[in-house]
């Protein structure tokens, strides 16, 4: 069966930071791109961040650019979003996905999701 469980989510204050942690069982982990995703209240989900397969490359969405950082732990079957200066804006439901997309941030070609975490900042 194929599970993607995210963690690590909060209430923290501006300027704080939270590592998310996206825990991954039943197929070929490093066979996928991983993707974070966050969704705000009466917004559209929107792509984040992703890692391609082989941690080959990273990606990010100008929004988070210079504040959070992918990784890949192959031997943990684990990727892990490291969020630093975060504000009020940032506040969302994060989502993981797995999925081998030609379009690394985007949601509807991602095959595989987790059930998110809330992150949420207070000002």
């Known amino acids: 069966e194929v599970q993607l469980v995210e963690s690590g989510g909060g209430v923290v204050q501006t300027g704080e930071s939270l590592r998310l942690s996206c825990a991954a069982a039943g197929f070929r982990f490093d066979d996928y791109n991983i993707g974070w995703f966050r969704q705000a209240p009466e917004k559209e989900r929107e792509g984040i961040s992703c890692i391609t397969s082989g941690s080959a490359a990273t990606y990010y969405a100008d929004s988070v650019k210079g504040r959070f950082t992918i990784s890949r732990d192959i031997a943990k079957n684990t990727v892990y979003l490291q969020m630093n200066s975060l504000k009020p804006e940032d506040t969302a439901v994060y989502y993981c996905?797995?999925?081998?997309?030609?379009?690394?941030?985007?949601?509807?070609?991602?095959?595989?999701w987790g059930r998110g975490t809330q992150v949420t900042v207070s000002s």
């Open positions: 996905a797995a999925g081998t997309p030609t379009s690394v941030l985007d949601t509807s070609l991602y095959d595989f």
